[in-house]
């Protein structure tokens, strides 16, 4: 057994013991549902030559239910208690496969939809709620995410903002996969083999969150994110930026 193989069991081993643990102690959590659900509108924009934005109606969820959680594009369970938090099991929707259905891209393999799953934490603190995640995609790409995201809150009548700053990594099968040019591309498209390594982004954020009624509230979401050196080289990148955001309507459970 190869060392690869190795750690993914040992890491599905940590993630059955602590779910054990979560299922042990889950009495310590209140049985019910609290925080927002509902739908949106969500754009993804897109960095890939002759790729447009995308919108989709999909629903909304940022809400806890005893030890299980969603935090819009996060899913995971809470298990055993870690400083401010929790460590959680958890998985994460993400947009950043694409097809190469369009002339300019002829000789390409599509991209799938990543699968990322992997442990994080929440660590609300006096300063700020400190976000850490890291995820291994389970499908193509077989590579990594790390992340470390702060969030503040600034209260108004009627409103509150939530600014988000933060940094991910993607490791180089990740960027490899997503946007290198393998050799055999290479020689059936337009474009010239590129095997790059991994890639630093960095992004700033905000969440609006308005109350229209006690019950109702609207949320806004909007992210601005800069590519690492990495993905802006690639030869199927045509932009140094991504921006996504999202629009719903909520009803919250108290």
Aim: glycine share 10%; with cysteine; hydrophobic share 40%.
């Amino acid at each position: 057994m190869d060392t690869r193989q190795s750690n993914k069991i040992s890491f599905w081993k940590l993630c059955l013991c602590l779910l054990c643990i979560t299922s042990a102690q889950a009495e310590e959590f209140p049985q019910k549902l609290e925080g927002d659900v509902g739908a949106g509108a969500y754009y993804t924009g897109s960095t890939i030559v002759s790729k447009s934005g995308a919108v989709s109606v999909l629903p909304y969820g940022d809400f806890k239910y005893g030890r299980a959680f969603a935090r819009v594009d996060t899913l995971g369970i809470k298990t055993v208690k870690m400083g401010y938090g929790y460590l959680e099991v958890a998985g994460r929707v993400s947009m950043d496969g694409f097809s190469a259905d369009t002339p300019v891209l002829q000789g390409l393999h599509d991209r799938v939809m990543p699968v990322p799953l992997g442990l994080g934490t929440l660590q609300i603190t006096p300063v700020g709620g400190f976000y850490i995640n890291a995820f291994h995609d389970v499908r193509q790409s077989k590579g990594n995410r790390v992340e470390m995201l702060w969030g503040g809150k600034v209260e108004l009548p009627r409103v509150t903002l939530y600014p988000l700053l933060g940094a991910e990594y993607f490791s180089q099968e990740y960027v490899r996969y997503y946007y290198g040019i393998s050799p055999q591309e290479a020689a059936a498209s337009l474009y010239a083999a590129y095997q790059p390594g991994g890639a630093y982004n960095g992004f700033i954020a905000l969440i609006i969150d308005v109350e229209l009624t006690p019950e109702y509230h609207l949320n806004a979401y909007l992210r601005h994110k800069r590519l690492g050196d990495a993905i802006q080289q690639s030869p199927i990148v045509t932009r140094r930026y991504l921006d996504t955001g999202y629009l719903a309507l909520s009803y919250r459970f108290k």
